[in-house]
């Protein structure tokens, strides 16, 4: 089990994270966290961002990259779950 201060550093780096890629995409914060695996190809480099609002016409699906300062970290995350 890992201690309490490890485990809260590693969550706030989490967050830190996701929130350096939503800056440097241009990804909305909720629409990071509303991520599922099956929005994220590994294979083609990118993320299907679901609903989105803003320039698109109502609700809309867009593409966005997704970046290799974070793939790792993504793909060790989601092949744990």
Not at 30 to 39: E, I, N, Q, T
């Amino acid at each position: 089990m890992q201690p309490k201060p490890k485990k809260l550093l590693d969550q706030v780096r989490d967050t830190l994270r996701l929130k350096n890629y939503a800056y440097r995409t241009g990804v909305r914060l909720m629409a990071c966290l509303r991520l599922w695996v099956k929005d994220v190809n590994f294979v083609r480099q990118q993320i299907t961002v679901r609903d989105t609002k803003g320039d698109t016409k109502g609700n809309e699906d867009r593409v966005t990259m997704l970046l290799q300062s974070v793939a790792a970290s993504l793909h060790a995350t989601a092949s744990s779950g």
